[in-house]
């Protein structure tokens, strides 16, 4: 079974037969065999060799026991799959010392070497599982940390372009002049405070209309003669007030337009 990078078995036993009798059962695997005869010379090769995806243990050795070595394999690396071996004599002792090194399996000696390869099957699918998990946890943090990023640059540039938009409006506002904008689709998207209130007539209000229903026809035509010219100019009477108004042609790098000024020619 092909895992895409080198299996790794570490067997720790302070009696070397049984650290042979390991090796012989992975002969035919293409797994890397390390050993030990001590919890001290395990954790060596560990620093050493890692990563390591499985430790086996023996349950009884001097110094330091197979239980007290796997707990120092899980505070400082967790994500190995650990084993321990033992005689039934110790099951009890074992079973209830499995939460603190958080073993994933215990094998009682004799073991079954058939029973044993199965047993390493399942832990490393569990360990590559696990690791390809984490990925796909880091995956989606990144991704999200990235999407974060998006919607906070993206929520700035709005909120950027909305003070900008307020800004340019108020600045209509105070002109002395009328103003309205038009899109290149016919529809008014821009009109300043007075423009609003010369055309306050106009059901649904001027901004949002289509320029045929808002506008008088004379701007109408002007506008659809503009083809030929990028300003045009006429006088607009309306309730007893004279407009000079010019209509100009709006090309910038990505809008197009109208851009309608009226000036009261009785100021």
């Not at 065999?33 to 430790?55: F, K, M, R």
């Not at 400082?76 to 939460?99: E, K």
């Not at 337009?257 to 009261?264: A, L, Q, W, Y």
Request: proline share 3%; charged share 25%.
């Amino acid at each position: 079974m092909d895992f895409g990078e080198t299996v790794k078995i570490l067997c720790v036993d302070d009696e070397k037969n049984v650290l042979r009798s390991l090796e012989r059962i992975f002969l035919d695997d293409d797994y890397e065999i390390l050993t030990a005869t001590s919890g001290d010379e395990g954790l060596l090769l560990l620093e050493n060799e890692g990563p390591v995806q499985i430790v086996i243990s023996d349950y009884r050795m001097p110094v330091m026991d197979g239980v007290e070595f796997l707990k120092a394999v899980y505070k400082r690396w967790p994500d190995t799959v650990r084993i321990v071996l033992s005689g039934y004599a110790d099951a009890a002792a074992i079973v209830a010392a499995i939460n603190d090194g958080h073993i994933y399996k215990f094998i009682p000696k004799p073991w079954n070497d058939d029973e044993l390869r199965v047993t390493i099957i399942n832990s490393l699918e569990r360990y590559f599982l696990q690791k390809r998990n984490r990925e796909l946890m880091a995956e989606l943090s990144s991704a999200n940390d990235e999407l974060e990023r998006k919607v906070e640059k993206r929520t700035y540039e709005l909120e950027l372009r909305n003070h900008a938009l307020t800004f340019s409006q108020s600045v209509l506002n105070a002109l002395p002049v009328a103003v309205i904008g038009i899109d290149s689709e016919g529809m008014i998207v821009q009109g300043s405070r007075s423009a609003v209130q010369i055309f306050t007539g106009i059901a649904g209000g001027l901004l949002g209309s289509d320029r045929h229903d808002a506008l008088p026809a004379e701007f109408n035509h002007a506008i659809d003669d503009l083809a030929d010219k990028k300003v045009s100019r006429l006088t607009w009477h309306h309730n007893d007030v004279r407009y000079d108004v010019r209509i100009n042609t709006l090309h910038t790098f990505d809008q197009t337009g109208v851009v309608i000024t009226m000036i009261d020619m009785m100021l």
